[in-house]
């Protein structure tokens, strides 16, 4: 049941702007707030939010701080932000063992529904027969998440279902 959870927080992310919006963001998806994340990573509370939000000239949280929050959240916000900083898409590597029929089902069900999500903001954009910046921003960040989908779902087929050796006819 958690894990659907997470999916629906993912199916609703989107590519953050700053990285003080990607500590934010998984901030605010950290169960038990600011005392959790500050535990998790060793920190005090104070000491976690002044890195957290870069008060009193205090360094950032660092990459690898911040993942170890996105490893409990389940979010992947640093990833992309990232990556869209380069003008690419995040694709998490799903491991092979963890493959099977149903988790390939549930990818091609997430991919649907992002592709679902691209559409619906085309079409509410094209209401007014104008396509603003804002909405165009929305769109292009839909599909990015949508093909960052489409890419993981296509190589977790791929390694579920490459020939083996030995087991190749």
Do not use: W
Not at 50 to 74: M, S, W
């Amino acid at each position: 049941m958690a894990r659907s959870l997470r999916e629906q927080q993912k199916m609703k992310s989107q590519v953050l702007k700053t990285r003080r919006e990607v500590v934010r963001a998984i901030i605010c998806t950290f169960e038990g707030g600011r005392e959790r994340a500050a535990t998790r990573i060793g920190l005090s509370l104070k000491k976690f939010d002044n890195h957290a939000y870069e008060n009193n000239n205090c360094r950032p949280l660092t990459d690898a701080q911040i993942f170890k929050l996105e490893q409990v959240t389940g979010t992947q916000h640093l990833a992309n932000y990232v990556a869209a900083m380069y003008g690419g898409m995040f694709v998490p590597v799903i491991r092979p063992e963890n493959l099977d029929n149903v988790e390939m089902y549930a990818r091609a069900m997430q991919t649907s529904a992002r592709q679902g999500t691209v559409d619906q903001i085309i079409a509410q954009a094209l209401e007014d027969g104008v396509i603003t910046e804002d909405e165009a921003e929305l769109i292009l960040n839909a599909h990015i998440l949508h093909m960052a989908a489409r890419t993981a779902e296509v190589h977790a087929a791929i390694d579920l279902y490459r020939a083996k050796s030995g087991r190749a006819q």
